[in-house]
């Protein structure tokens, strides 16, 4: 395996699920990787740390944020990987209310944009 950038943000994505699931995420990334389908009705309530209170109205937005720029370092493709600076970018800027309820939020619905490697 080649060590560049976006095995880089590959690991950054792995870690950032670390945190939020509070275990390794290798169960999860596998499902991922195998059928996608099979976890997109998985809320992203139920996949983090329940040792953690739930979190409230103004981390929620943080939260999800968070969980999409996981999902999105993890893309099979790493072309399809976004690059720290646009991770920092997204990061930084101001986001709306959420749309759904926190509690409603499926992971199917944090994938991004398909990706077209050609």
């Known amino acids: 395996m080649e060590v560049n950038e976006k095995l880089d943000v590959y690991s950054f994505g792995v ?38 209170p739930s979190p409230g109205n103004h981390v929620e937005e943080e939260v999800v944020l968070v969980a999409k720029l996981a999902l999105a370092c993890l893309h099979t493709s790493p ?11 997204a ?10 309820s ?6 199917g619905q944090l994938f991004g944009v398909k990706c077209s490697t050609s």
């Not at 800027?93 to 759904?100: E, F, G, H, S, V």
């Not at 926190?102 to 992971?107: A, K, P, R, V």
């Open 79 to 89: 072309q399809c990987r976004p690059t720290m600076q646009q991770i920092s970018v």
């Open 102 to 107: 926190f509690h409603l939020i499926s992971l």
């Open 91 to 100: 990061l930084s800027k101001q986001r709306p209310p959420l749309q759904n």
């Open 15 to 52: 870690l950032i699920l670390e945190v939020l699931m509070g275990k390794h995420p290798g169960d999860l990334i596998s499902y991922l990787s195998s059928s996608p389908p099979t976890v997109y009705g998985v809320l992203l309530k139920d996949i983090l740390d329940m040792r953690l």
